[in-house]
């Protein structure tokens, strides 16, 4: 399947997503693995706008980060959720459902009869 | 970190420690890409490229490693990716489109602020354009301020008039560097009757020293001295040849000679500054122009770029040197020096004009409080709207932004109508300036690019000071829930509201006392006994060319001739002729004595002390009343004998007879004899407060001294006389143009018209304060009535009558006016005190004036009142409660 483009403006959602499903910390380059591998390559980030986000978010509160070793034994900036990137994620989960819901009925085929 | 203080600490070590954490975070942020960069180069090795290759691919991935390092930067400092400023432009563009759909979803207020705005900064510019022409204004002309004027000096400074000889020698001596010039009126007889024009005669240098350029046309050659051509002035163009766009080469009769148009100057140009000039001509080398002489001619010299006054002063004084007047003669022995705008330091014009611009200045501030109230109470009703908008994520910052942008867009549009209001206004100023303003105007008072930014400037503080407050606290208030906490924040804006209305009542009153003080100043002013009958006195005065009349006898001539012409009119009872212009407020000059009795001290000085030249039959013409002594006999003239008016007898004699005695006027002067003493007289207008005194002196007999006089005439019918004078001149003296002509009342209208000009304007803005005050308080109590409709409608329910609900309304709206009364008065009497020395026998502080103000106030403000009374028992209990 060929790639799409991440929709504008979602890219901060992945993000948090991401950071919610690992659980722990990552760095910037395993988000980004994390993102390819969960939709198997679908979704197409430009790198260059990864970091400028993560700082962002960063600035607002959502993330936390601390300088640690990473296994390869370089040193790497970790992410992960504060409470208020959790609130901010249970927001923006809600949003995504409204925003999927309402594109569906657009245009949708009459089902019942 | 403990908490002793580091080395370097204070400013210099919070500067090295910022910089010091800038450094730090920018190599984390490298470090960071880098980090990112490697473990691509990783992944791609390990697929099985080469190391190079590797690094060159994860860069290609990577994108523009400086963008990404620029945008994390900017992410860092603000929370945001984008340049903020970059967003600028697509974020205003955003916020005009909303402003202008929610103007155009409440068109009724939307009007209500455009209107107000209109008047408060319409009225505004009107004084500003004025003012800026009067006082502000740049002189037109390059560089103004390094031009100035030279005029000779006596040993003590004072101006000393050169006679024709030494004029030679002076432009001789100081040669191109030099502007001269001169007045030089003209008559111009292409039309069916002879008529004045007046010129300026100019050295035909006068463009380069000035840096100007005609509009049309060309300016003077060299060679032209002398010759026959003319540059028309801008506003004699438009008025007295149509604005004739082929101007350039046509011709004009201009004493009895051909002389063509070269050019014409740009609008809003004048030289010399004071006084309006039709044209400039120029000066011949025999110092004449049209062959006439020139009289009297001024020095302007531009000061060379790095010099300064003194330098200069000193140069011009060099080069004179070898032609002034020796020690003890009575020439001058050099020269001094003046801006020159000096004219421009005059006291009472300005006096006058800062007087009118407070008043406008006050009214400003009434209209930007009635349209923060007009926001208010409009913001109250979106209230609901705010509290969705805050919920859905806008910042306060951005409700902020958008109330404003609401009110700016409004205020501006406020601005655009306010210019053509100012121009409706400029229109009715132009036509009504007293000659007093005229005389000091620099060009012609016009809507330019500086009124204009005045204007837009005047719209944007309105908008904002307007708009922010509400803005302010609107968008605090969206962030409360809309409920038990929404009564008080209803009541903070409501208290608000309140003490806008109050400020505005006050602010109303103050500008009411002052034009209410004007009114009696102007009042008294217009009941001054002048001292003759103005009722029955008709004069004309004319301009005698020199070449002509070129002595004392042959002008005597002329006039005696009109004047056995003038008593044989019918109605007309006495004629006499006298110098000058005959009727007061014109009908004498100025001297700066000092009065006094020899062997006594001088009398205070009198700032200025009128004095005429009158013949015999004089006073009986002009209906004097004599105190003592007798009027003048044929004999007087080389007797030094002189008539003093009653207080300046009493002021030099206070205990005996002042007929007979003898009083001198300078150091040094011969001695003058008293023979007789009049009432009370005003020879230059009824406003006699720096001109107490009054003197005369007998005219020459058989001579007249000077080459404008007039025939003053006592008639029943002064309206019909001067018809009558009209048809005599012009069979008398056909080429000769009339300067003046006019009943004894005209000229005592036109002694006023300067006080009168200056009452219209405070009273036109003090009924627009009362205006837009008694809108503000309608405004405010229509929106009390509307918000407690359910309190009114219990009220009614549970039994007040019509009467008891239209009461509580008036006692709001009184209360409010009250308090914004009392608040006003006070201010009045606190501040009233400066506007003391325009007005004429009249004090600031009188009862009346304030008495007037209040009951004008508390009238306009019962029928402000009014409606939303009525309102107020028209809510209907049922529906009311209904709604609960």
Redesign the interface.
């Known amino acids: 399947m060929s790639q799409i483009d991440v929709v504008q403006g979602t890219l901060d959602y992945l993000v948090l997503r991401t950071l919610r499903g690992a659980g722990g910390p990552l760095?910037?380059?395993e988000i980004l693995e994390s993102i390819d591998a969960a939709t198997q390559g679908t979704l197409a980030i430009?790198?260059?706008?990864l970091?400028?986000?993560l700082?962002?978010m960063?600035?607002?509160g959502w993330l936390k980060a601390t300088?640690g070793v990473?296994p390869?034994g370089?040193?790497?900036?970790y992410y992960v959720l504060t409470a208020r990137g959790r609130t901010e994620l249970a927001l923006q989960d809600e949003r995504w459902e409204r925003y999927v819901q309402a594109v569906e009925r657009i245009g949708a085929v009459a089902e019942e009869a | 970190m403990s908490g002793a203080r580091q080395p370097g600490a204070g400013r210099v070590g919070s500067v090295r420690r910022r910089w010091r954490r800038r450094r730090e975070r920018e190599l984390l942020l490298e470090a960071e890409l880098q980090h990112h960069l490697e473990e691509r180069i990783d992944r791609l090795i390990e697929h099985g490229a080469t190391p190079s290759a590797a690094r060159r691919e994860a860069e290609r991935r990577f994108g523009s490693i400086a963008r990404v390092r620029h945008a994390c930067r900017i992410a860092q400092r603000r929370g945001e990716v984008e340049v903020a400023w970059r967003r600028i432009p697509q974020q205003l563009l955003h916020e005009l489109r909303f402003a202008l759909r929610t103007i155009r979803d409440s068109p009724g207020f939307s009007l209500a602020v455009i209107v107000t705005v209109a008047l408060g900064v319409g009225a505004n510019t009107a004084v500003y354009s004025v003012t800026d022409a009067v006082l502000l204004r740049p002189l037109p002309y390059e560089e103004p301020n390094r031009l100035v004027e030279i005029t000779p000096a006596g040993p003590d400074g004072s101006h000393v008039w050169l006679d024709e000889r030494a004029q030679r020698e002076w432009v001789d001596a100081l040669g191109d560097e030099v502007l001269w010039h001169g007045r030089h009126a003209v008559t111009r007889t292409d039309g069916a009757f002879p008529t004045q024009m007046t010129l300026e005669a100019v050295s035909t240098n006068w463009l380069d020293v000035l840096g100007v350029q005609p509009a049309l046309g060309r300016g003077f050659a060299p060679d032209e001295r002398g010759a026959d051509v003319v540059l028309l002035s801008h506003p004699f163009w438009r008025s007295e040849l149509g604005a004739d766009a082929e101007i350039v080469g046509r011709t004009l009769r201009l004493q009895d000679r051909v002389v063509t148009v070269i050019g014409v100057m740009p609008r809003g140009f004048d030289f010399p500054a004071i006084m309006p000039t039709d044209g400039w001509m120029p000066l011949g080398a025999d110092l004449r122009a049209i062959g006439k002489a020139v009289l009297h001619l001024d020095m302007v010299a531009r000061l060379p770029a790095g010099t300064d006054v003194s330098a200069h002063v000193d140069r011009v004084n060099a080069r004179v040197e070898p032609i002034a007047a020796p020690d003890g003669a009575d020439g001058p022995v050099g020269v001094a020096v003046r801006a020159l705008d000096y004219f421009r330091a005059n006291r009472d014009i300005r006096s006058a004009l800062w007087m009118v611009t407070g008043g406008v200045g006050l009214l400003f501030l009434i209209m930007m409080a009635n349209v923060l109230n007009l926001q208010l109470v409009r913001g109250l009703r979106r209230r609901s709207e705010l509290v969705v908008r805050r919920a859905l994520g806008a910042s306060r910052a951005r409700l902020v932004r958008h109330i404003l942008a609401e009110t700016l867009v409004l205020a501006l549009a406020g601005g655009a109508a306010a210019l053509m209001l100012a121009e409706v206004a400029r229109q009715m100023l132009v036509g009504m300036l007293p000659h007093e303003v005229e005389f000091f105007l620099v060009g012609e008072i016009l809507i330019d690019h500086r009124v204009f930014l005045f204007a837009m400037l005047a719209s944007l503080i309105a908008g904002v000071g307007g708009g922010l407050l509400p803005a302010m606290r609107l968008s605090a208030a969206g962030s409360r829930p809309a409920s038990p906490g929404s009564a008080r924040s209803t009541a903070d804006g409501r208290r608000l509201s309140s003490a806008v209305v109050v400020g505005e009542v006050a602010l109303a009153i103050v500008i009411l006392a002052a034009a209410g003080a004007l009114a009696l100043s102007f009042a008294r002013l217009s009941h001054v006994d002048v001292g003759y009958d103005a009722d029955r006195l008709a004069s004309l005065t004319l301009s005698l060319p020199e070449e002509e009349y070129p002595d004392d006898a042959s002008r005597w001539t002329l006039f005696e001739e009109m004047r056995v012409a003038a008593e044989r009119l019918p109605g007309v009872e006495a004629a006499v002729v006298a110098p000058g212009a005959g009727l007061p407020p014109d009908a004498g000059f100025y001297i700066s004595p000092t009065p006094r009795v020899l062997g006594r001290d001088p009398i205070p000085a009198p700032e200025l002390l009128p004095y005429a030249l009158v013949p015999p039959g004089y006073l009986e013409v002009l209906g004097v009343r004599l105190h003592s002594g007798r009027d003048f006999l044929r004999e007087d003239f080389d007797m030094n004998r002189v008539i003093i008016d009653v207080d300046l007898a009493r002021a030099l004699w206070p205990d005996t007879t002042a007929v007979g005695r003898e009083l001198q006027l300078r150091e040094g002067e011969d001695c003058l004899t008293v023979v007789g003493v009049v009432e009370d007289l005003r020879l230059m207008g009824p406003d006699d407060r720096r001109r107490p005194y009054a003197l005369l002196h007998p005219l020459t007999p058989g001579g007249i001294p000077w080459s404008v006089a007039s025939l003053v005439v006592r008639t029943a019918a002064p309206a019909d006389t001067v018809r009558a004078l009209r048809e005599m001149a012009r069979g008398v003296a056909p080429g000769l143009p009339i300067w003046k002509l006019k009943t004894g009342d005209q000229a005592s209208a036109e002694a006023i018209d300067e006080p009168r000009f200056f009452l219209l304007l405070m009273a036109a803005f003090s009924g627009l304060a009362l205006g837009l005050a008694a809108v503000g308080v309608f405004g405010i109590l229509a929106a009390a009535v509307r918000e407690r409709r359910r309190e009114l409608g219990v009220r009614a329910a549970l039994g007040a009558t019509a009467l008891d609900l239209r009461l509580a309304v008036l006692r709001r709206g009184l209360a409010l006016t009250g308090t914004g009364m009392a608040i006003g008065l006070a201010a009045w009497l606190a501040l009233g005190g400066r506007l003391a020395s325009l007005l004429y026998g009249t004090s600031p502080h009188e009862s009346r004036v304030m008495a007037a103000a209040a009951v004008a106030v508390a009238v306009t403000s019962l029928l402000a009142c009014w409606i939303p009374a009525v309102r107020a028992t028209r809510v209907h209990p049922a529906e009311v409660l209904r709604t609960e």
Do not use: C, L, V
């Open positions: 760095h910037g380059f430009e790198e260059g706008s970091y400028p986000a700082h962002r960063e600035k607002r300088w990473s390869k370089r040193r790497a900036k």
